[in-house]
């Protein structure tokens, strides 16, 4: 078995375990392959593995993405700065917990996400939470349209992946 430190589109990074490089390929290029957080399947490999996140694996299911608050476009942004101090670790939870909170509120848009989140900035539609999906250029447009957006910091499965 082999690990790969693997990104998604918009910048999740997860890990994933594979049999062999041609299995990762394998599972790639069928689909089988997803972000837990967003669902994309516009899965990378990272380059280099920075030892963010390694503890995560040790902590509460809440927030298995901590340390990855940031959206990266292609090609990935990758550092090797030292381990997230603990009091901000706690700041990470407690913003996954508060985005936890507000999903219970939240419309599964899928992906719509972008149209919808524009909609509502824009007054075209009923204010209201949503999350979805959505490319890295797409973030980074409604992020320079002063849309406020921003990932999840734990998995969301798409309600139509659950039948
Ligand atoms: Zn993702």
């Not at 967003?38 to 040790?58: D, H, Y």
């Not at 550092?79 to 996954?96: F, G, L, R, S």
């Amino acid at each position: 078995m082999i690990s790969y430190d693997l990104q998604c589109a918009i910048g999740h990074k997860f890990e994933g375990w594979f049999g062999s490089s041609a299995d990762f390929e394998k599972q790639k290029q069928s689909g089988f392959l997803d972000c837990p957080a967003c669902g994309s399947t516009e899965v990378v490999k990272c380059l280099s593995a920075p030892n963010i996140g390694r503890k995560a694996n040790q902590a509460e299911s809440i927030a298995p993405l901590q340390g990855e608050v940031t959206t990266a476009p292609e090609p990935a942004t990758l550092t090797n700065a030292p381990e997230i101090p603990a009091a901000m670790q706690e700041a990470i939870d407690k913003v996954a917990q508060i985005q936890a909170e507000s999903l219970k509120e939240s419309t599964w848009v899928g992906r719509k996400f972008a149209d919808e989140a524009r909609a509502i900035h824009y007054g075209e539609t009923d204010d209201r939470v949503i999350h979805g999906e959505t490319s890295s250029d797409e973030a980074e447009a409604l992020a320079e349209e002063g849309i406020r957006v921003m990932p999840l910091l734990f998995p969301v499965i798409p309600p139509e992946a659950k039948n």
